[in-house]
């Protein structure tokens, strides 16, 4: 069970009037959730900085008729098929198809093997984000 702690913070006016006026527009309910969710992607960029193990979510946009670039991109995740945890295929149209590709492991590893992904001739757009694995976001 988490114990919530209450702390108190000094700040410019003007800058917590900037803070309340971009919280209210994200839908906040109030400050305390503001903060906690700054505090944790201040924590999830130091995992990324500290080359912590993370999660990565790439999505592709590729062209179906490339050939042998469906066997490529599988070829690829099976060198790393400790690190995939999930892949989801789309048929966008005729000649276009979506990937989003879960990946577990250290930011370097994620890194790399989304390059050689992205790197891949067929492969024409791809975007790779990160989150904690959750173990080091604790409370609500
Ligand atoms: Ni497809």
């Known amino acids: 069970m988490?114990?919530?702690?209450?702390?108190?913070v000094s700040l410019p006016g003007d800058l917590l009037a900037r803070f309340d006026n971009e919280i209210e527009q994200k839908g906040y309910q109030n400050r305390s959730e503001?903060?906690?969710d700054l505090i944790r992607d201040y924590l999830?960029?130091?995992d990324l900085d500290k080359n912590e193990e993370v999660v990565g979510v790439l999505n592709l946009?590729?062209?179906h008729h490339v050939p042998n670039l469906s066997a490529k991109l599988n070829d690829i995740q099976h060198d790393h098929y400790h690190n995939i945890l999930s892949n989801v295929h789309i048929h966008l149209d005729h000649h276009n198809c979506l990937e989003?590709?879960?990946i577990k492991?250290?930011?370097s590893e994620i890194k790399q093997l989304s390059d050689r992904i992205i790197?891949?001739?067929?492969v024409k757009h791809g975007e790779l984000s990160f989150n904690s694995t959750g173990?080091?976001?604790s409370g609500v």
Not at 2 to 8: A, H, Q, S, V
Not at 119 to 122: A, P, Q
């Open 2 to 8: 988490t114990i919530l702690k209450r702390f108190g």
């Open 34 to 36: 503001a903060l906690r």
């Open 44 to 46: 999830v960029k130091r």
């Open 61 to 63: 946009v590729y062209g």
């Open 100 to 102: 989003v590709i879960i």
């Open 105 to 107: 492991g250290r930011y």
């Open 119 to 122: 790197g891949t001739r067929g």
């Open 135 to 137: 173990k080091n976001l």
